[in-house]
């Protein structure tokens, strides 16, 4: 690790993540997880993607942001005959296999992948209908243009949400998890807060969310803080995300406060974010992306300090060619782990946009990067002044 950043490196650092993920993108809408990384290269994931999503989206990356979503919805509206096959057989009481359900990543033209993968995730299908709504409240943006894909998103949820499924990390196929949980809740109670769903359907959603957020509050919650999945009692890193950027457990809460601390104690060495305890995913190394989740979970609690450090050990882990990586080897879980992944897919993810989203997500957030103003909003200011000079003429 480096000294310790300053202001104007850690702004620089987010426009450049901004550049690297808009210049990445593919001309489908899509954002590749990582452009090198064997086993991501080609695809695309709504849950990361998502997340990107609303990074670009709070630095006023306004037309990156909405092509994404563009191409989420053309996947859901290419898909309505396998979403209503799978509403047909919850309601009839002979739910599909999990092999039937819905892909959780997609090439950049929309298909299925076709080698093996750890596929049924509902999180992203949450996830992206949380960040659409949040991305037009956020720019004033007319949410039709999404509308049906919100619509096909909310009745696979309603179809599925109950189901155990794979967690963020494709991992623990039988447990319900927690994170997982809590994109459905935040996806489902977006969509149910605006005019796109009927009545009936925004009535569903808001009852399926209630009854997710009662399940966390009961199973969901060990010794006064959050857990990785029902019935456990440790913590994952994701779960910084239901204080924000999802917004599902308020900062001020001592729910939230408890499960901070709990994952600063258990998962954080010197600003890093580990997964979970017994990760062995390239030795179970500290997530950038993770570390800015908590640092955006103790910016809603009202620590903008350790917010701020969080983002300073995030810019730390960038590497020379300014990317920055999907987990670093400073303190790593299981050492002996490693060599069998880098012979199975090769180095670890670098760049990872999914960290580099988050960097920008926390540095927006604290102030530290303030982005230029979308083009847009200065035309409509330069509009706005001159049709009053036109009004005091």
């Not at 998962?267 to 890093?272: M, Q, R």
Request: aromatic residues 10%.
């Amino acid at each position: 690790m480096t000294s310790r950043p300053d202001d104007e490196s850690l702004a620089s650092l987010a426009a450049h993540s901004v550049e690297l993920i808009s210049g990445l993108q593919h001309p489908s809408g899509a954002y590749p997880a990582s452009p090198t990384f064997s086993a991501y290269t080609g695809y695309s994931w709504f849950r990361d993607g998502a997340f990107i999503a609303d990074g670009m989206s709070s630095a006023n990356a306004i037309d990156s942001a909405s092509r994404f979503f563009d191409w989420c919805a053309s996947i859901l509206i290419a898909r309505r005959g396998q979403i209503e096959t799978i509403e047909r057989a919850e309601a009839a009481g002979t739910p599909l296999d999990n092999s039937q359900m819905l892909a959780t990543r997609f090439t950049f033209d929309g298909a299925e992948g076709d080698d093996d993968w750890w596929d049924f995730q509902t999180d992203g299908y949450g996830t992206w209908v949380w960040a659409v709504v949040a991305h037009a409240q956020r720019h004033d943006l007319d949410l039709d243009r999404w509308r049906e894909g919100i619509e096909l998103s909310v009745r696979y949820l309603l179809a599925t949400w109950e189901r155990p499924c794979f967690d963020w990390w494709e991992e623990f196929e039988t447990e319900r998890h927690v994170s997982t949980l809590g994109c459905v809740i935040a996806g489902l109670s977006a969509a149910a807060s605006t005019d796109v769903l009927s009545v009936d359907l925004a009535t569903r959603a808001k009852a399926a969310a209630s009854a997710a957020r009662e399940l966390i509050e009961t199973d969901g919650v060990r010794d006064g803080h959050l857990v990785k999945w029902l019935g456990s009692d440790s913590v994952d890193g994701s779960l910084s995300a239901l204080i924000s950027p999802l917004a599902i457990v308020d900062g001020s809460r001592t729910l939230a406060r408890v499960t901070v601390a709990q994952i600063d104690h258990d998962l954080t060495f010197d600003g890093g974010v580990h997964r979970y305890l017994g990760d062995t995913f390239y030795g179970g190394g500290q997530w950038p992306l993770l570390s800015c989740m908590l640092g955006l979970a103790f910016a809603a609690g009202g620590d903008p300090a350790r917010a701020r450090s969080q983002l300073e050990w995030a810019a730390r882990t960038v590497t020379m060619d300014n990317f920055l990586p999907e987990q670093v080897d400073d303190d790593l879980l299981d050492p002996s782990r490693v060599a069998e992944w880098r012979e199975r897919w090769g180095s670890v993810a670098t760049p990872l946009l999914w960290s580099h989203a988050m960097y920008v997500r926390l540095a927006v957030e604290i102030g530290v990067y303030v982005p230029p103003a979308h083009p847009m909003a200065s035309l409509a200011t330069t509009e706005a002044r001159h049709g009053n000079e036109s009004e005091t003429d």
